[in-house]
C-alpha cells in the first residue's frame, strides 16, 4: 500500500503522524511511504532519517495522492481539495469542528478512520489516551502561567511556599486528562479538588499518586460553588465521539474570581465550558466576565517530539494492520468498526451525524 504522511498546517502544529522507526516497519514488510518534505523537522526527525529508514521525500500533492494518508490533526480548509477517495487516519473531532470538513469527506468519498474513537477490546480510547496525559499535564503549567499578573492573572503561584500551599485548583472530570491535570497540580503544592461522579474511583486513585486530592461530587451546585473559589478551573469532561456537555455555564464563570483562569482541554469536542471557544497557539487566551480562558484546541502540538513519540506508539499498529488488510481489517472488528466515522459517502459514527444535524447522512455500518 502507498502512504502517505503530509506535513501539519495548522496554527503552530508540529506533531507528524509517524516516526522514522514506524517508516523503517512498513517498508520492510512492503510498503510504500511517502513523507512530504520538512514533515518531521518541528519533532526533530529530518528528511534525511525519513530516507534512510526507507521513505520517499515528496511534494504536499504526492503525499496526499496515497492510498492511506496518516495525520494528526483534522484535514485543514485548504487541504480539501487533497481528498479523493483515500482512507484518511487522524484525530477527526468531527462534532466539535464546523460541519464543512465532514460534508468535504462525504463529496470527496473519504474512509474518515477517527483516532479518537477508536476502542480496544475493553472499550478504551488508546490513540486518545497519550495526547489527553500530554494535555492534562499542559493544563495546569499552562493554567499557572497565565495566572500571572502581567498575563491578565490574578497573580496566584500555584506551588507549595516555604511548606504552605498555594492556589486552588477544580478539575472537572476524572479520566485520564483531570488524573494527570490533578498530579501536576499536586506536584506543584496547589490545593486540589476533582470533580466527579464516581467517588469510589477517586478512592482508589486517591490511594495512589492523587492522595492530598478532594473529591466533589459532580452536580451543577457544587461545581457553581467551587468554581467561586477556585484560581483555576480545568475541563476535562469526555463522552466518547460526541460533543461534550458544558458542565460550567457562563453564570458560574460570572461568578469567578477577576483573574481567574480556564482551561478548557474539552476544547476539541465542543467545549465544556460554556464561554470557551477555539484559540490558537499563536493566540491563546481571551478574557471573558474577567476570567482568562485558554482554549487551544491543540494543546500537546507545543511539545511535538513528546506527543509524536507518544501518539505513534501506538497508533502504529493500526497503521501496520490497515496497510496490510485495508479497511475491512476494521470493518469486521466490531471494536476497530468504532474508529470509522464516514465510509462511502455517508456518516457512518451516529453521534457525529446527530451533533451536526446531519442524520439524513447517517447510515449505520
Not at 484535514?75 to 483515500?86: F, K, R, S, V
Not at 474513537?117 to 493544563?139: F, I, K, Q, R, Y
Amino acid at each position: 500500500m502507498k502512504i502517505g504522511i503530509p506535513k501539519e498546517i495548522k496554527n503552530q502544529e508540529m506533531r507528524v503522524a509517524m516516526t522514522p522507526e514506524g517508516v523503517a516497519r512498513l517498508t520492510a514488510a512492503g510498503h510504500v511511504v511517502c513523507v512530504e518534505q520538512a514533515a518531521g523537522e518541528g519533532s526533530g526527525f529530518s528528511d534525511a532519517e525519513y530516507q534512510a529508514a526507507g521513505a520517499k521525500i515528496v511534494s504536499a500533492d504526492q503525499a496526499w495522492a496515497s492510498d492511506l494518508v496518516v495525520k494528526v490533526k483534522e484535514p485543514q480548509p485548504t487541504e480539501y481539495d487533497y481528498l479523493n477517495g483515500q482512507i484518511v487516519f487522524t484525530y477527526f473531532h468531527l462534532s466539535g469542528v464546523d460541519k464543512a470538513l465532514t460534508l468535504a469527506l462525504l463529496k470527496k468519498n473519504v474512509t474518515a478512520i477517527a483516532y479518537e474513537t477508536l476502542e480496544d477490546e475493553n472499550g478504551h480510547l488508546p490513540a486518545l489516551a497519550p495526547m489527553s496525559a500530554v494535555a492534562g499535564n499542559m493544563s495546569v503549567l499552562m493554567g499557572n502561567y497565565f495566572l500571572a499578573r502581567f498575563n491578565q492573572g490574578r497573580g496566584v503561584l500555584l506551588a507549595q511556599v516555604l511548606g504552605e500551599k498555594s492556589g486552588k485548583v477544580l478539575v472537572v472530570g476524572d479520566g485520564i486528562v483531570g488524573q494527570h491535570a490533578a498530579r501536576v497540580a499536586l506536584a506543584l503544592g496547589a490545593k486540589v479538588t476533582i470533580a466527579g461522579l464516581n467517588k469510589t474511583k477517586f478512592q482508589a486513585l486517591a490511594e495512589k499518586d492523587l492522595a492530598g486530592a478532594n473529591f466533589l461530587l459532580s452536580t451543577p451546585e457544587n461545581i457553581a460553588l467551587c468554581t467561586q473559589e477556585s484560581d483555576l478551573v480545568v475541563g476535562a469532561v469526555l463522552i466518547k465521539g460526541t460533543r461534550a456537555p458544558k458542565v460550567v455555564s457562563e453564570d458560574m464563570i460570572r461568578q469567578m474570581q477577576p483573574g481567574a483562569v480556564v482551561v478548557d482541554v474539552s476544547i476539541d469536542q465542543g467545549g465544556c465550558i460554556e464561554t470557551s471557544r477555539p484559540t490558537s497557539h499563536a493566540d491563546p487566551v481571551f478574557v471573558k466576565h474577567d476570567v482568562v480562558h485558554y482554549c487551544v484546541t491543540n494543546m500537546p502540538g507545543a511539545y511535538p517530539r513528546t506527543s509524536t513519540i507518544a501518539l505513534t506508539r501506538v497508533t502504529l499498529a493500526y497503521i501496520e494492520l490497515l496497510a496490510n488488510e485495508g479497511v475491512e481489517a476494521f470493518l469486521k472488528t466490531p471494536n476497530l468498526r468504532q474508529a470509522i466515522n464516514v465510509y462511502q459517502g455517508r456518516i457512518v459514527y451516529k453521534a457525529v451525524a446527530e451533533d451536526l444535524a446531519l442524520m439524513d447522512n447517517y447510515q449505520a455500518l
